[in-house]
T-cell receptor, first 113, second 111 residues
Framework: EPEVTQTPSHQVTQMGQEVILRCVPI?????FYWYRQILGQKVEFLVS????????KSEIFDDQFSVERPDGSNFTLKIRSTKLEDSAMYFC???????????FGPGTRLTVT | AQSVTQPDIHITVSEGASLELRCNYSYGATPYLFWYVQSPGQGLQLLLK??????LVQGIKGFEAEFKRSQSSFNLRKPSVHWSDAAEYFCAVGNFNKFYFGSGTKLNVKP
């Protein structure tokens, strides 16, 4: 069964550094999403992406965040200057179209020290 | 404003007992509703979804959920819980571009 994959599974970085989280969505899916889950808290929407542009973003998704689909398979989330409060599990998701359920990857745990 | 409330943070049930996890939502339009399960260290797995039609939906692993528009609820049920069901369960409401998740209910299963 096809699945969403994410790399790395765990990333440790120092405050102020840039990180790129990578995701490979399911191959025939057209809509892509990033969510984050701070430890012990709910899953929060960050951004949705379709047709090479952002469809919607939350107030969390400020100027330090960016997303990109650099090729036909990868979908990346970049955090330009990480803060301690960016420590969280980041989930990528994809869906075949906007009317269907989203399939989630296993997540990348980001630890900012 | 859109929101999802899961009033039970932790629930403990005995193996073989029935289960109901509550979910209430606030949403401005006709909602798309989902239940996801998250095992420790794992991602989110879709259990079931409601888009339209029959308000009682069946999902994987023997779970079902009922949409009640009048109560703005989408409660998850299972007639007989197995030890492997111990996990955290998230209710979500969404539109075409984003989901709103509840804060989750952690299910503990006693032998």
């Amino acid at each position: 069964e096809p699945e969403v994959t994410q790399t790395p599974s765990h990333q440790v970085t120092q405050m102020g550094q840039e990180v790129i989280l990578r995701c490979v969505p399911i191959s025939n899916h057209l809509y892509f999403y990033w969510y984050r889950q701070i430890l012990g808290q709910k899953v929060e929407f960050l951004v949705s992406f379709y047709n090479n542009e952002i469809s919607e973003k939350s107030e969390i998704f400020d100027d330090q965040f960016s997303v990109e689909r650099p090729d036909g398979s990868n979908f990346t989330l970049k955090i330009r200057s990480t803060k301690l409060e960016d420590s969280a599990m980041y989930f990528c998701a994809s869906s075949v179209n906007s009317h269907y359920e989203q399939y989630f990857g296993p997540g990348t745990r980001l630890t900012v020290t | 404003a859109q929101s999802v409330t899961q009033p039970d943070i932790h629930i403990t049930v005995s193996e073989g007992a029935s289960l109901e996890l509550r979910c209430n939502y606030s949403y401005g339009a006709t909602p798309y509703l989902f239940w996801y399960v998250q095992s420790p260290g794992q991602g989110l797995q879709l259990l079931l979804k409601y888009f339209s039609g029959d308000t009682l939906v069946q999902g994987i692993k023997g779970f079902e959920a009922e949409f009640k528009r009048s109560q703005s609820s989408f409660n998850l049920r299972k007639p007989s819980v197995h030890w492997s069901d111990a996990a955290e369960y998230f209710c979500a409401v969404g539109n075409f571009n984003k989901f709103y998740f509840g804060s989750g209910t952690k299910l503990n299963v006693k032998p």
